[in-house]
């Protein structure tokens, strides 16, 4: 087993006085900090993916902009790989996929923003690449969502996507277990 841990998209925008803040953010990137220490502290395979936007109608992630940096919490560090997106799946037109081949990762760890978008897409796309995955519940965040006149409640949207991918698609655990 060679493990690595994939950041996704711990930006500016999704936290207090971006353009598109999250419900608990900071915890979630704190939580996120606890697992990169610890893949740090055991030389592990580290990659920071974030998101560009290309699309004209976008309203965050926009190039250029603060926004699409990464969170001071989760800064990319020398010789640690970071990869830019466009796409909620992280392994479209990114290299991603080398990456980890040619470290011979079989198994990723999955921490970052957002629950509902990026990370369920990530993480189902690198299951069905062959990849043995575990998401730490507590080192992402979602947003609040609305369908028709109903509000869902960002802790709710969090522990649905939690919940679909649980035992399916990954393990799902927290950043005080052992990851």
């Known amino acids: 087993m060679t493990r690595a841990l994939l950041l996704v998209d711990i930006q500016r925008d999704y936290f207090p006085g971006g353009a598109f803040p999250l419900v608990e953010p900071v915890a979630a990137a704190a939580a996120a900090r606890t697992v990169l220490d610890s893949f740090r ?20 992630f926009l190039p250029g902009t603060p926004g699409i940096g990464f969170h ?11 990869l ?11 290299g991603l996929q080398g990456v980890l081949d040619d470290a011979g990762v079989t198994d990723l760890v999955l921490v970052g923003m957002m629950s509902s978008m990026c990370i369920d897409s990530t993480t189902r796309a690198a299951h069905e ?9 507590d080192a992402c965040a979602a947003p609040d969502l609305r369908y028709g006149d109903t509000v869902v409640p960002g802790a709710s949207v969090h522990a649905a996507f939690m919940a679909a991918l649980d035992g399916s698609f990954a393990t799902v655990t927290s950043s005080g277990s052992t990851v």
């Not at 690449?129 to 519940?137: I, R």
């Open 41 to 60: 502290a055991s030389d592990e395979l580290i990659v920071h993916v974030f998101h560009v936007s290309t699309d004209p109608a976008a309203t965050f």
């Open 72 to 82: 001071p919490l989760v800064e990319p560090a020398a010789g640690e790989t970071v």
């Open 84 to 94: 830019e997106k466009h796409h909620p799946n992280s392994f479209i037109d990114t």
């Open 129 to 137: 690449l062959g990849y043995t995955c575990t998401v730490v519940a």
